[in-house]
């Protein structure tokens, strides 16, 4: 998956809808998301034509998309109790940034900046987004 062309990646996206094209700073990205905002995805291609990272924004409304690793709902389930399973698993999780913590092993990248719910540190209970890469892609950039 990693590594595909965009006009590979955006034929792959279009069974999900109509994908949008946009350049950014860092480089192409292609997104796709359906009116009710039940998925909406996004592709990076930020070294040249190839894709670096899928960043899956957390689904919303009655007919929300079911986004799971390893069993967990990821964006159903609290954020404190993903991580500690994914630790209970052996994986180490980098909360340098309380907002962005990331998991090394398994190359996710998490989202807690933004929801309406907060918890005591004022994070948010539920991830935001969750940002899927290569080995070694968490560590050369900003989730």
Do not use: C, K
């Amino acid at each position: 998956m990693f590594g595909m062309t965009a006009e590979r990646a955006s034929e792959a996206m279009s069974q999900w809808g109509q994908v949008v094209h946009d350049i950014e700073p860092s480089g192409l990205m292609l997104e796709v998301r359906d009116e009710d905002w039940s998925f909406h995805v996004q592709a990076y291609f930020e070294h040249g034509n190839q894709l670096g990272s899928i960043q899956i924004w957390r689904p919303e409304g009655e007919n929300a998309a079911l986004v799971t690793f390893e069993g967990m709902d990821l964006f159903g389930m609290q954020a404190r109790e993903i991580m500690t399973r994914l630790r209970e698993n052996g994986d180490e999780i980098d909360e340098t940034d309380l907002f962005n913590p990331t998991a090394h092993r398994i190359t996710l990248g998490f989202n807690r900046e933004d929801g309406d719910e907060r918890d005591g540190e004022d994070l948010a209970v539920y991830f935001t987004s969750v940002v899927i890469a290569p080995p070694g892609y968490l560590e050369s950039s900003d989730t």
